[in-house]
């Protein structure tokens, strides 16, 4: 939280004295990856009783986030990009006996550092867009069941901290004070194990051993609008 305060007050006694922040609100359309996870819920679905409904499989999402730039030059735009991004499925079952739930719930908040680059235009502007940055990532299991007058529920936590690179393209387009903005980024993120909250030395595996993540790679196309100081 200081790095993220003193690179804002950075950006903006840089602002106050050159006439160039950019505030921006996005919104973000991500796909993600996770097979690893889907596997893994695949798997436990398999020791069900009975066959579960799939009703719910890591579907994509659109989130809403803030961006605070700074340009040092025409061709040339820094800035930091905190973000959310939450996914998750589900397995059910229900007769009239009671239900089997198996319910995965993946939440992301990152922070990335970006670099623009752009090729002045008098009419729209287009760039080249990398970020790079930390990830912190919580894969929560719940496992509800109810049979007759019986009931239970399970939670497990796992946590995990991650790197990640998003590079792509996009154009802009300034109106006076208003800025909008189309990106369109692919994100690779580097493995990073899921490890118990309450035990870190324990971590997530698959059937087969293997030490699993969340993946959150894949496309990220934002469109954004702000305005330019």
Known sequence: MKILMTL???????????????????????????????ELQLGQARLFPVTPTLLEDMPSGVFGSLSLEYELNPTITVGINPGFSSTGSRYYYEDFSGFL???????????????MFK???????????????????????????????DSSQQSILFQSIAVATR????????????????????????????????????????????????QWDGLKVMASVGVSF
């Open 8 to 38: 804002i007050l950075c950006l903006i006694g840089c602002g106050l004295q050159a006439q160039n922040i950019n505030v921006l609100y996005n919104f973000r359309f991500e796909t993600f990856n996770m097979e690893q996870l889907k």
């Open 101 to 115: 739930s198996n319910d995965f719930l993946v939440n992301r908040y990152d922070l990335m550092l970006s670099g």
């Open 119 to 149: 090729r002045e235009n008098n009419w729209i502007t287009p760039f080249a867009r990398l970020e790079t940055g930390v990830n912190f990532s919580e894969f929560e299991i719940d496992i509800r069941s109810r049979v007759g007058d």
């Open 167 to 214: 590079f792509g393209f996009g154009a802009e387009k300034k109106v006076r004070f208003l800025l909008f903005r189309l990106t369109a980024m692919y994100e690779v993120v580097i493995p990073s194990a899921l490890k118990l909250k309450e035990d870190t030395d324990l971590q997530l595996q698959n059937a087969r051993g293997q030490v699993i993540g969340a």
